[in-house]
């Protein structure tokens, strides 16, 4: 499982709604504190690419990731990569239960309360597309 979160090659395969891809080249992760990591998400269906990018703050291998979350639609600001735009605060948890690992995801940031349910709906698509890739 921590290998699905923390590979570029396999975080491009599944890191992205179950209708859409990632965009190609735009994969990065080292994960090492204060390491980059980045996707972009072709949203054809709309006309659009959504690009997220940030930094790692915690590494503790195969129990927790927590990662800065920024968000754009614009090529050039995806490739400048401003450590000051506006970030959420995202922590991955990883537990062995049983010969199985559980994740818990949780996403701390401002969010308008009427697009709540829409991230929320979101990273469930994500959470398929990775049952997708592990099975």
Request: charged fraction near 20%; aromatic fraction near 16%; include cysteine.
């Amino acid at each position: 499982m921590w290998h699905a979160w923390t590979d570029p090659t396999a975080l491009e395969a599944w890191y992205h709604p179950t209708t859409m891809s990632c965009v190609p080249g735009s994969i990065t992760s080292d994960p090492v504190v204060g390491g980059a990591w980045s996707t972009g998400i072709d949203v054809r269906e709309f006309g659009f690419q959504a690009y997220f990018y940030g930094w790692y703050t915690e590494v503790e291998r195969h129990r927790r990731l927590a990662h800065t979350m920024s968000y754009t639609q614009a090529a050039d600001e995806f490739a400048a990569r401003d450590r000051n735009a506006p970030a959420h605060l995202v922590v991955v948890e990883f537990e062995e239960r049983t010969g199985v690992t559980w994740v818990k995801f949780s996403q701390f940031g401002d969010l308008p309360a009427e697009e709540a349910p829409r991230a929320q709906a979101g990273i469930e698509n994500y959470f398929d597309s990775l049952g997708n890739f592990l099975t």
